[in-house]
């Protein structure tokens, strides 16, 4: 058993972290830090303590595994904090403020012989997984682009911000996800171009990007903005013989809105036959297909099975710290022209 405390009682923890981090007879959630008590948005959850003396939280030697549901800006103190109290660390995405917070926090982890890790949960999406199983089918013969896009029509966000922020830009707080699905899968990229906007003018919000990860012969583009009334396929393979379009997204964060949540429900984040993606290819005799490719099972559970393995059973990190470093350099860098 692996014993899990909180600190944040927001949106995060509640809507994408217990639902899953319940779900496992494995896992024990004992405790959730908030600064303030009085704020109930959110229920509280039958069995789970709920404190707002810290130095409490962090010193009961119970808690094994401290997962940081915070704003960015104090993520670094609460793990640390959280390390010298000897406790292991998962933290939200995007994990640290800068490239050089999230070295320092990994080789002090280290030092510590203790585990921090990203919470990149969007590696265990539906769509991405699908995609995966389509490129390696090889059914698209020798693969050429793939198109990855988050888009939404809210441009109320962009607009109601008047103030520029790096931290609370677009790109680090959406462009993350898939900048680390690509990572994950692809590697490191040979070269990047970066074309990160803001919208409504200098001084406003990074509302736009659209990046573009070259691996030769193949390159990978993420695209996203807040201004796309109709949004593009979540995700486009192309290859030298066919391509996949996959136009749906991971239904889990739709199920979770609504409070659909995995415990009790077998087709909990489940793509029915109108979500699946089309292939369409050439087979090496020059006949045409085109079919319905059944979608993968999307689980952000598994983030946990993968730090309890580590945690408990001395397995490696399947989010590895130099993946988390650089996404962390991409965000870095892909902000540098915003101002």
């Known amino acids: 058993m692996l014993t899990i405390g909180y600190i944040g009682n927001g949106k995060s923890t509640n809507r994408y972290h217990l639902p899953f981090s319940m779900n496992r007879e494995h896992l024990k959630v004992k405790t959730i830090f908030a600064r303030t008590l009085e704020k109930q948005e959110w229920e509280r959850v039958p069995g789970v303590q709920y ?12 808690i094994q595994l401290v997962v940081v549901c ?3 800006e104090s993520h670094y103190s609460y793990a640390k904090m959280a390390l010298d109290h000897g406790k292991h660390v998962l933290v939200e995405k995007p994990f640290m403020l800068t490239k050089s917070e999230a070295e320092d926090i990994f080789q002090y982890a280290k030092e510590k012989n203790l585990i921090i890790q990203c919470y990149q949960n969007r590696r265990y999406d539906s769509d991405f997984l699908t995609t995966q199983k389509v490129i390696e089918s090889g059914k698209l013969g020798d693969l050429l682009e793939v198109e ?3 888009d939404y029509y809210r441009p109320e966000i962009p607009h109601a911000v008047k103030q520029y922020s790096k931290y609370n830009s677009f790109l680090y707080g959406h462009g993350v996800h898939t900048i680390d699905q690509a990572i994950s899968y692809f590697g490191q990229p040979e070269t990047i171009h970066y074309d990160v906007r803001q919208l409504l003018g200098p001084g406003r919000m990074n509302d736009y990007f659209d990046l573009d990860l070259h691996y030769s012969p193949f390159k990978v583009s993420i695209k996203s903005s807040f201004f796309r009334l109709k949004s593009r396929p979540r995700f486009v393979a192309y290859g030298t013989k066919g391509v996949f ?26 793509d029915l036959p109108q979500h ?29 099975d993968d730090i309890y393995q580590a945690i408990i059973h001395g397995q490696e990190k399947v989010i590895r710290d130099e993946e988390t470093i650089l996404v962390m350099d991409i965000l870095e860098k892909g902000m540098e022209g915003c101002e």
Do not use: N
């Open 70 to 72: 915070t704003h960015t």
């Open 51 to 62: 404190t707002d003396d810290l130095a409490a939280f962090m010193q009961d030697e119970e």
């Open 276 to 304: 699946y993606g089309i292939l369409t290819y050439m087979d090496d005799e020059g006949h045409y297909h085109e079919e319905k490719v059944v979608s993968e099972r999307g689980d952000y559970a598994r983030v946990y």
């Open 245 to 270: 379009v996959k136009q749906t997204e991971d239904r889990q964060e739709e199920h979770l809105k609504l409070f659909y949540l995995p415990k009790g429900h077998a087709d909990f984040g489940v």
């Open 148 to 150: 990855m896009h988050y």
